[in-house]
């Protein structure tokens, strides 16, 4: 069992590092030329969470809040995001543009159509609903970890 998880969690890991990565160099369009991989994980964690502080967004990515000022910085130049006052005066939310909103989706569907189109053929029906009942366990499991 123990050489079976290990298996698990390296594939899984491969599939996130390297597969984001192989996912969007095969995939043509110019806002995978324009945005860099940090500043689209940025718009869907907005998209995800709604209104969030700089510093919860660094802590999603995992990075320095400096990094996040960084990305964020562009991404309001783009007009893909802006920021207000939050119930405290003091905190700032950034929350995505409509234009943000609209490019989120267009990348949405240009990864759903690439996996689709590599998987068709080669993973069945029956092996996606496992994928799933799998996954939506172990995000079940992940939020009661949170708490």
Known sequence: MKALMREAVQLFEEVMFHGTEHVIEAMEGDVWREYSREQLQLLKLL?????TPAGQLAQKQGVHKSAVSN?????VEKGLVTSRRGQDQR???IELTPEGTRLVEEVDGAVYRYVESLIDGEVDEIEIEQFVRTFRK????L???EE
């Open 47 to 51: 998209d995800q969470f709604g209104p």
């Open 143 to 145: 939020r009661i970890g």
């Open 91 to 93: 905190e700032r939310l």
């Open 71 to 75: 990305r964020l910085k562009k991404l």
């Open 138 to 141: 172990i995000k079940q499991l």
